[in-house]
């Protein structure tokens, strides 16, 4: 739950949530429910092949759900003519699929940007938080585990990295020294219930790795599972987006969501297996666009939004495989079919 400070600007202010009914989307609705505000989603709903809109309780949280696609300009346009505030965190969000159809990342994460944008621009919005990823640093030094700080220059390595690039230097572009205030925010790796994986991704590394051991299936470990990643559970990640939403020093700036912690992948797999006994690792190839990864320089998210991450990955493993395992039915079907390591199911364009 964000501070006290953030509940009184944002209580009765009208959020747009623009991916609203995704994972981390639907978490920050929550939170500002909570604290009192108004918040409204767009989304598509249709990130998963299964659905999730009930799991992830949008409908129950949100004051208002627009089931619709960023690329439609007259949507977002009534949309954002409403808003006191909107956090842009609609994207095809996933590595490995927008590497397979650059096509749908270009739509939704360049061509949909644009138009939030467009619509933002001169409209009586206080700020626009756009939601980038640490994807962005691409790869440090082989050897190394490099701690990212803000001012690194970016160095993406796969085609999601780069739309997120673009969309990053394109709201610097059209919002500075407009009315609309601007903060980016470069999310780490994250994760927690009610998480669920997607097929043929490569991320969301805690959802596949624990329904794998739940279902008896190998845990993989891409390129040997010595790469790296900032594990930040997704109520640390939605309160941040918050608080960017309102913090006076945020405006302009681009700032880090990540613990600081790097764990290595084989070691995430070694907390989830941990919890299966017999459960197996199985080591298979490195997957395009899949960095070496590193962990976040966390100063600046703390001078200037005063957040620090509250949950330490051992404990959000503890409590997802707890929630997983007292809700079997959260596995999706495409899941248990034998091909699920491999399998496909992109939206479509
Ligand atoms: N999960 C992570 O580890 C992570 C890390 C860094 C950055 N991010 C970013 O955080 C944001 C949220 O990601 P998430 O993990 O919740 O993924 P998610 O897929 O659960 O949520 C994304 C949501 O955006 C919606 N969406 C996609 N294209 C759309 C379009 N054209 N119009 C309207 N809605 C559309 C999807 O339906 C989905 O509900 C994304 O911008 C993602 O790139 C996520």
Redesign the pocket.
């Known amino acids: 739950m964000p501070s006290g400070h953030a509940t009184k600007e944002l209580k009765a202010a009208t959020v747009l949530v623009?991916?609203?009914?995704?994972?981390?989307?639907s978490r920050i609705v929550a939170q500002l429910s909570r604290a009192g505000a108004r918040p409204v989603v767009?989304?598509?709903?249709?990130?998963?092949p299964h659905p999730?809109r009930d799991r992830f309780e949008v409908d129950r949280n949100a004051a208002e759900v627009v089931l619709?696609?960023?690329?439609e300009r007259a949507t977002v346009q009534w949309l954002v003519s409403r808003a006191d505030f909107v956090i842009h965190?609609?994207?095809?969000?996933?590595v490995a699929a927008c590497t397979r159809r650059p096509e749908v990342a270009f739509?939704?994460n360049v061509h949909?940007t644009q138009n939030v944008l467009d619509a933002v621009t001169g409209s009586a919005v206080k700020r626009l938080v756009f939601?980038?990823?640490?994807?962005v640093y691409g790869d440090g030094a082989p050897g190394t585990v490099p701690r990212f700080s803000e001012d690194r220059p970016p160095a993406p390595i796969s085609v999601?990295a780069n739309a997120?690039v673009w969309g990053e230097h394109q709201v610097r572009l059209m919002l500075a020294g407009s009315g609309t205030e601007h903060t980016v925010l470069?999310?780490?790796?994250?994760?927690g219930e009610p998480q669920v994986p997607?097929p043929g991704s490569h991320?969301?590394m805690v959802p596949w790795m624990a329904m794998s051991a739940q279902a008896g299936r190998p845990l993989r470990l891409n390129g040997g599972g010595a790469q790296v990643r900032d594990m930040v559970h997704v109520d640390d990640v939605a309160r941040a987006t918050i608080l960017a939403l309102v913090a006076d020093g945020a405006a302009g700036r681009t700032i880090n969501v990540g613990t600081g912690v790097p764990t290595s992948v084989r070691e995430i797999a070694g907390l989830i297996a941990a919890h299966f006994p017999g459960a197996r690792l199985v080591e298979t190839p490195m997957p395009e666009g899949d960095p070496r990864g590193g962990c976040a320089d966390t100063r600046r998210a703390a001078d200037l939004l005063g957040w620090h991450p509250t949950i330490a990955l051992p404990e959000g493993v503890d409590r997802y495989v707890a929630w997983l395992k007292a809700t079997p039915g959260v596995v999706p079907h495409w899941f248990t079919s034998p091909t699920a390591s491999t399998a496909s199911a992109d939206v479509a364009a």
Do not use: M, N
């Open positions: 623009t991916g609203g009914g995704g994972l981390v989307g767009l989304d598509r709903f249709d990130a998963y999730v619709g696609d960023v690329r965190a609609a994207a095809y969000a996933d739509a939704a949909g939601v980038s990823s640490a994807s999601y997120k470069r999310y780490f790796s994250v994760y997607k991320s969301w």
